[in-house]
C-alpha cells in the first residue's frame, strides 16, 4: 500500500518559520506535492519537487530526499493567512498520475 | 475565469435519495478526477476518466457512479446515499501526460438528512 506521514497539527507564531515534514513510501514516484487548504475550501497548489534539493518560491520553500523518502514545506514569515491544512501529496507516476494524499498537517498561526 | 467549476457547492439530499453532482472544466484536460473527503481528513480518490477510460479505486463503494459525457463534463452519482457519504466532494483535473499537477474545483458539501 501507500504511506504518507506527515504531523497532524502545528502551532506557530506570525512572523516566525515553521517546517512542516512529510515522509513516504509508494509503489512509485513522479514527484512530491504541497496544497494548501483553508477550511471549507478546495487544495490549492503550493509546490512541486520531482528533484532532490530545495525549491524557494517567496515566503514558501520546499525540499525532496528521494533516497530518504522525505520532504518538508517551510514557511517564512508567517502570517494570520497562514492558518490552513497543508497536505503533501505524491504522484504515483501511473497512468492518470494520481496522487496519494497525506492526512494533512493543520497549522495554526497566533499572533 | 474558473476552471474547474462544480455545481452546486452546497447539496441536501435525503437518505437514500439519489443524487448528482457536476464538475466542468475549461482546461481541455484529459484526466478528470472525484475524491471525496471528510472533515479533517485528506481527500480520498474514488474513480478517474483517462479521456474515456474509467478507473475505479479498489475500495469504491457500488454506490458511488460516474459518467463523463464528454471532455469538459464530468458527474458523480450517489445512488442511494447514506449518513456516512455526507462530505466534500472534489473534482480535479490533470493534463495526464507526465506533468501530475491536479487542478481542483471549489467541491460539492454534500449534507444528509
Known amino acids: 500500500g501507500q504511506n504518507i506521514d506527515q504531523p497532524t497539527e502545528m502551532t506557530a507564531t506570525e512572523g516566525a518559520i515553521v517546517q512542516i515534514n512529510c515522509t513516504y513510501q509508494t509503489s512509485g514516484f513522479n514527484g512530491l506535492f504541497w496544497y494548501q487548504q483553508h477550511a471549507g475550501e478546495a487544495p490549492t497548489f503550493l509546490s512541486y519537487?520531482?528533484?532532490?534539493g530545495l525549491e524557494e518560491k517567496g515566503r514558501f520553500s520546499s525540499f525532496l530526499s528521494r533516497s530518504k523518502g522525505y520532504s518538508y514545506l517551510l514557511l517564512k514569515e508567517l502570517q494570520m493567512k497562514d492558518s490552513a491544512s497543508y497536505l503533501c501529496a505524491v504522484d504515483l507516476n501511473n497512468a492518470g498520475n494520481m496522487l496519494t494524499f497525506g492526512g494533512g498537517t493543520r497549522l495554526m498561526v497566533k499572533p | 475565469d474558473a476552471m474547474v467549476i462544480q455545481n452546486p457547492r452546497y447539496q441536501v439530499t435525503q437518505f437514500g435519495k439519489p443524487v448528482t453532482l457536476s464538475c466542468s472544466q475549461t482546461?481541455?484536460?484529459?484526466?478528470m478526477y472525484w475524491y471525496q473527503q471528510k472533515s479533517s481528513q485528506a481527500p480520498k480518490l474514488l474513480f478517474h476518466?483517462?479521456?474515456?477510460?474509467?478507473?475505479n479505486e479498489a475500495d469504491t463503494p457500488d454506490n458511488f457512479q460516474s459518467r463523463r459525457p464528454n471532455t469538459s463534463f464530468c458527474f458523480l452519482d450517489i445512488r442511494s446515499p447514506g449518513l456516512g457519504d455526507a462530505a466534500m466532494y472534489l473534482c480535479?483535473?490533470?493534463?495526464?501526460?507526465?506533468?501530475?499537477?491536479?487542478?481542483f474545483g471549489p467541491g460539492t458539501r454534500l449534507t444528509v438528512t
Open positions: 476518466y483517462y479521456d474515456k477510460d474509467f478507473n
Open positions: 480535479a483535473t490533470s493534463r495526464g501526460d507526465g506533468d501530475g499537477e491536479q487542478y
Open positions: 519537487n520531482v528533484l532532490d
Open positions: 482546461l481541455n484536460h484529459n484526466v
